[in-house]
Every structure is written in C-alpha cells, then in structure tokens.
C-alpha cells in the first residue's frame, strides 16, 4: 500500500515527526511505501512541521513564559521571502501551567509572543505567521502588545503590568510608543479555533476552566475581558477566531491588521497534502486528545475532509477520544484507536506514549493483515 501518516503533536509526549516516524517503521517492515508529513493547525509543532517540509530554518530567542521565567525557544525563518513563523505556545503555551498562583490566569500574560515578534522584525521579517493554539494565558493579548510598545492605564494615570487581571483595570491606552516596524509588517493568524472573544463560546468560558479558572472566577474574567473589548475597540466588529488563543485573535487582528487564515490549511499547503492523499490508499493521521473541538476543524478532521474527496480511508491514532465515531466518521475519520490498552495515569500515559503507540499501529496492521487474508 501507498501510505501517508500526517499525525498531530501528542502535548507534552510525541511530536508530529516522532508520531510520523514511529507509524511509518511498523508499516515499512512489512513493505508498504510511506510518506510522512510533519503537520500542525497552527498549535505546538507549527514552526517544527513547517521547517521540516520547506526550506526554512530554526532561530532561537530568549523570551519571558507565560509565568515571568526567561526561556529559549525556537520560531521558523524563511530568509529569502523574509517570513517569520512563530508559535503561540512557544512562550504562552499550557506547558508552563503548574497549579500554583504564579500560573493563575490572572497573573500570567502573553508578553513572551511578543517578543518573539520582536525578535522576528530584528531579522527584517516583512510577513510574520503567528501559530494560535495550546496558549495558558486568557490575557486579552494585552501582554504581546506591551512587549511591542503598547501602554494601558488605569483610571488613576498609572501604567498597567502585563497579566490577567489588567483587563478589568483598563481606563484608556497608548499606541504612541509602538514599535513603528509594525505598520510596515503583514501579520497572518493561522488559527483553527473559531470561538469568539466573548460569551458561553468565548475565550473565557471555553477555554478558562482548562487554564486555571474556577466555576466561581468564570463570571468576574468574562467582564473583564468584556470591559477591555469595550475600550480598546468599541466599534470594531467581533467575529470567529477573536477567542483564539486567549484572546490573542482580536488583539492582534485589531492592532496589527492581523488577518485569519485557517491554521491547518496554511501548513497542509506548505507541504502539498492535498496532493500526496490523493494518490494514497491508506491515511493515517491522530492527536492526543479527540473530542467534540476536534471537529471545529483540527489536524485529523482536516485530514478527514480531504481523503473523504477522493475516497481514501482514515485511520486516526490518538491518545484519549471522547465523542461519537459516527460524527467523526462523516467527516471522513474512518476509525479512531485509542493507543493505550491499560489502566493508567496522565503521567504514565504520556510518559509511554512511543511504546503505546508502537503497539497500537503494530496492532491495527496485524489486523489489516487479518481482513486481507480472508478477502483473498
């Protein structure tokens, strides 16, 4: 068989090459063609999918995580088309999260994303992509603007810190001070998350709980990120995508002109998916978590839809599912496997996710075998 896996990041345990490589190994010792494609939908593994299928390379830059602490990570470059790629979660991301007040949503921010921009415009970047997804932070995105020069006040004059709780403190705000490059520089959010700012869907109530708020909290952030809407852009229309991230979507949509682009189209045409699929006779592609989000349009229901267009079989690989095969099914997702086959921790889990895997899709071959024996 012709066989393309296209498998997400697994967070926190398998990247997309890993998950690839390991999927390909099984099905290469029984001597079926495989081609692998790094992939992401704009979340972590965006600048790593990007970089292994183009000719682009990785910096590094030293920025603030989400919680204050200096860290190193790495954004794509493109130097010849002078294009910056940068992750969201790089600096933002869920993975720093620890529990403890320091990680609270209301003291941490998103400053360290700005300063990957920053970074990025020291290189001469012209066009920057910024990944949306996997983010800790629910800071409006007023933490990247005060890393580009962005100034928020309170009602008595004095300059707010870059966190969580500035949102229900914000009196009026200053763009005297921002970095004037921006004007000069093209911004595409590569997103698949389409919640809005606000509301049941939004920034705080979809995604509040899993970064750190409280059923109690949940009410109190929602109008603070209301109250900062309200400020800093009264009449700009609200549309899908503005939740993204935090709110990252409307801030950089409505300071830097930021345009959506789908998260996970952006990177499958980097790598001519749509292409390799079509001549495929068996897709495999996977996540960590399946669930109902999965199918606003992420990596495996993306995938789905396109080998459904030329009738070629999906079977996706993921670590916990949680919905219902049958709307996954009509999306194209021929059959979901869970990769772990025992009663087990998070941490275990994550800590086995190779081996799990390994077995998994030695498995699923194992059967496939099976069903071609008794066809023939």
């Known amino acids: 068989m012709n066989i393309v896996t296209a498998i997400d990041s697994m967070k926190g345990s398998l990247s997309s090459i890993e998950a690839n490589q390991i999927t390909a190994d099984v099905f290469r010792a029984q001597g079926h063609v495989v081609k692998e494609v790094a992939i992401a939908d704009g979340g972590e593994g965006t600048v790593a999918a990007i970089v ?3 000719a682009g390379q990785k910096i590094q830059a030293q920025v603030k995580a989400l919680n204050g602490q200096s860290v190193t990570v790495d954004f794509g470059w493109f130097d010849s088309e002078r294009v910056a790629v940068i992750e969201s979660a790089a600096a933002s991301g869920i993975q720093y999260l620890d529990g403890t007040e320091k990680t609270h949503p209301q003291n941490t ?4 994303t700005g300063e990957l921009i920053l970074a990025a415009m ?3 970047a012209k066009t920057i992509v910024i990944g949306l997804g996997g983010t800790g932070t629910i800071d409006g995105g007023i933490g990247l603007l005060i890393a580009l020069g962005v100034e928020f006040f309170d009602q008595t004059g004095q300059r707010l810190p870059a966190k969580g709780s500035s949102l229900a403190n914000i009196a009026h705000f200053s763009v005297e001070h921002l970095d004037p490059r921006l004007a000069e520089t093209t911004f595409l959010i590569a997103s698949d998350v389409v919640s809005p700012l606000l509301g049941e869907s939004g920034a705080v109530y979809m995604f509040g709980r899993q970064k750190g708020l409280t059923e109690n909290e949940l009410a109190q952030y929602e109008s603070g990120m209301k109250h900062y809407q309200e400020v800093v852009s009264r009449t700009a229309r609200l549309i899908a995508g503005d939740g993204a991230a935090g709110g990252l979507g409307f801030a950089i949509r409505v300071f830097l002109n930021g345009t959506f682009r789908s998260g996970f189209e952006f990177i499958s045409e980097q790598t001519d998916l749509e292409q390799a699929i079509e001549h495929a006779d068996l897709v495999i592609t996977g996540e960590g978590q399946m669930d109902d989000q999965s199918l606003q349009g992420k990596v495996p229901v993306g995938i789905g839809r396109i080998a459904k267009k030329y009738n070629v079989p999906v079977i996706a690989f993921v670590g916990s599912f949680k919905g219902d ?4 099914s009509k999306e194209g997702v021929s059959v979901i496997i869970p990769i772990i086959d025992h009663i087990t921790s998070l941490d275990e889990a994550m800590k086995e996710a190779k081996i799990n895997l390994y077995k998994a ?9 099976l069903m071609k024996k008794y066809e023939n």
């Not at 095969?325 to 996954?328: L, N």
Request: glycine letters at 8%; zero cysteines; proline letters at 0%.
């Open 52 to 54: 292994k299928n183009s």
């Open 122 to 124: 020291n290189l001469g």
């Open 325 to 328: 095969q049958k709307q996954f």
């Open 361 to 369: 899709v030695n498995r699923t071959l194992e059967l496939l075998l």
């Open 109 to 112: 921010s998103s400053y360290g």
